[in-house]
């Protein structure tokens, strides 16, 4: 992999961060368990974005990602304005819980939205130079 210079190559980054905690079996049974593993809490991806993805985007340009709400949106949003975006967040959109994400989400302490959860999209801008 490129190392990454901080210098942003692409005006729009667009991403659907794998979001569910990670299986409880260490050998999740199919790909569409695997691919949504989202680390531990399910934050893995969305960190990453927050401190070194802000690197891609170039001056002017926008990250834009899929954000679950019980996955803390005001610590992403204040992690992306350190690293010096303007941060955007859409309304939620209230989804019921499917397969994985009905096996997974009451696993979390903080769990509390039901037999749904809601998601939003966030759109960081960098600033122009």
């Known amino acids: 992999m490129r190392e990454l210079d901080g210098r942003g190559e692409y005006d729009l980054v667009v991403c659907n961060p794998p979001q569910l905690p990670a299986s409880a079996d260490p050998r999740p049974a199919d790909w569409v368990a695997l691919a949504n593993d989202g680390g531990r809490d399910g934050r893995s991806l969305i960190d990453w974005l927050c401190e070194d993805g802000t690197r891609l985007v170039s001056a002017g340009g926008a990250l834009m990602f899929t954000h679950f709400t019980f996955l803390d949106v005001e610590r992403t949003v204040a992690a992306l304005r350190?690293?010096?975006?303007?941060?955007?967040?859409?309304?939620?959109?209230?989804?019921?819980?499917?397969?994985?994400?009905?096996?997974?989400?009451?696993?979390?302490?903080?769990?509390?939205?039901?037999?749904?959860?809601?998601?939003?999209?966030?759109?960081?801008?960098?600033?122009?130079i």
Request: hydrophobic fraction near 35%.
């Open 82 to 128: 350190a690293q010096g975006m303007r941060v955007t967040v859409s309304e939620p959109l209230h989804k019921p819980l499917g397969r994985l994400s009905g096996e997974r989400l009451p696993r979390l302490t903080e769990w509390r939205e039901g037999d749904h959860y809601s998601v939003v999209i966030i759109t960081a801008r960098k600033l122009g």
